[in-house]
């Protein structure tokens, strides 16, 4: 379903959500004060415009009381995404997700109003740590829960060729296969008689210290 969608803030991950917003079909329009920003970013999205989102008076002067939902990107000092958000709910936008860089900056955020707090560099932090020492087949990693954890993989050597089931992964390493990617097919709880082919890629559930041993 399409939405609409207003991403303030156009450094590097306000300008990124901004262009997969507009791919995947969403009206976006994108702000910033820095018009470098906005016009390297306006050939990707439906809107674009220089203006200073801490202003309510500027907001409201660029529809943003007709969007749906909202995503604050500013980084650096806290200020401006606080007041953004304010800003934001104030004239009724309905989802606000604000970026915090800290667990202080993020309660403020949740107290002005923000619907959702994310922390992009400490996810991306923790992401790195549990596949920095990892083979080289293992793609990625998502945390789920604590000490829990999905991860995404290509098949070891051995595995080729051999059934989901003949590798076991439940019995022989207390992973769960939840998905196997063969080039755009995807199949969710694949079956223990499919056959991992190279350049496979499958997506195991489980503790992190039985994900760990994929790097063993």
Do not use: C, W
Not at 24 to 32: S, W
Not at 56 to 65: I, M, N, P, T
Not at 136 to 161: M, N, S, T
């Amino acid at each position: 379903m399409k939405q609409s969608v207003i991403v303030i803030g156009l450094g590097r991950f306000g300008a990124a959500a901004a262009r997969e917003l507009a791919a995947l079909g969403h009206e976006v329009l994108a702000i910033d004060r820095d018009e470098e920003r906005v016009n390297d970013v306006a050939p990707d999205v439906t809107h674009a415009v220089q203006a200073d989102a801490t202003n309510e008076d500027a907001l409201r002067s660029v529809g943003a009381a007709d969007f749906d939902f909202a995503i604050v990107a500013i980084s650096g000092v806290t200020e401006p995404s606080i007041f953004a958000t304010m800003a934001l709910k104030t004239l009724g936008v309905g989802t606000v997700v604000a970026k915090a860089g800290s667990t202080l900056h993020g309660a403020i955020l949740e107290r002005v109003g923000a619907d959702r707090v994310v922390y992009p560099e400490v996810d991306m932090g923790r992401r790195v740590s549990h596949f920095l020492f990892s083979a080289r087949h293992v793609i990625d990693y998502l945390d789920v829960a604590p000490g829990f954890g999905l991860v995404k993989v290509h098949p070891r050597g051995e595995h080729v060729g051999r059934t989901l089931g003949e590798i076991d992964f439940p019995g022989t390493m207390s992973l769960t296969p939840v998905a196997l990617r063969r080039g755009n097919k995807v199949t969710v709880n694949p079956d223990r008689t499919e056959r991992v082919a190279t350049g496979d890629e499958l997506i195991l559930i489980g503790l992190d210290a039985r994900l760990a041993s994929l790097g063993d």
